[in-house]
């Protein structure tokens, strides 16, 4: 069974055409992206898969879930660094892998493919290690609006604003990112209205997310 019901050919979220079109391609990279998602630029966060394959030789998930973890690091170390906190991020984006193996049968795709509908898709989102409930709500739009991937009240738990979900080009991603940086100028001056924009993510050690 498909992934997706359709695909756009890359999500133009980095200005590298290889990285926007892995992101596109392969479920795990898109989930990837989003634990690399906080205190680092979007298009760094989401360029981190593709240079993550690069590094060591794949993106197979049960190859990084059973890799030592040093090793892993190290590629996440290797400069440039692939986030901010590389060691940390290392760490989260393995235990994403261990979860998939454990959890899905190692099919990144079958965290969506398989949800009953949209309030089961949150669920499932939010139970990786990395992805709150912003990127869990983020991540739905994506799938609904660019995959039509659609279970039954998607929309309910998708983001009632602009998001990722809607950026289909480089025009668009501007648009967003320019609205991300009104929003965080009205949040600096207590002006930002109540229900837009996408705050802090909830929990510890989760950061901003995108919305």
């Excluded at 690399?36 to 630029?41: A, F, M, R, Y």
């Excluded at 996440?76 to 660094?81: G, H, L, S, V």
């Excluded at 009104?182 to 997310?209: D, I, W």
């Amino acid at each position: 069974m498909n992934a997706y019901v359709t695909r756009p050919e890359k999500l133009p979220y980095t200005g590298n055409d290889e990285a926007d079109r892995l992101l596109a391609e392969d479920p795990l990279a898109l989930l990837i992206g989003f634990v690399l998602d906080q205190q680092v630029p979007l298009q760094k966060a989401f360029s981190g898969p593709f240079d993550l394959r690069q590094r060591v030789g794949t993106l197979d998930v049960g190859v990084l879930a059973a890799m030592d973890i040093a090793t892993l690091e190290a590629a996440f170390k290797e400069r440039p660094a692939l986030h901010r906190f590389p060691g940390n991020m290392a760490r989260r984006t393995q235990a994403l892998c261990q979860q998939i193996v454990r959890d899905y049968g190692g099919d990144a795709a079958s965290v969506w493919r398989n949800a009953r509908d949209g309030k089961d898709l949150e669920r499932r989102l939010r139970s990786l290690p990395g992805i709150g409930e912003m990127k869990a709500r983020t991540i739905i739009g994506i799938l609904g609006k660019q995959f039509g991937v659609q279970p039954p009240g998607w929309e309910a738990v998708a983001p009632q604003h602009m998001s990722l979900g809607d950026v289909d080009s480089s025009e668009a991603l501007a648009e967003y990112q320019a609205g991300k940086r009104a929003y965080k100028a009205q949040l600096r001056a207590g002006e930002a209205p109540e229900g837009t924009g996408s705050g802090p993510a909830r929990g510890p050690g989760r950061g901003p997310a995108r919305g």
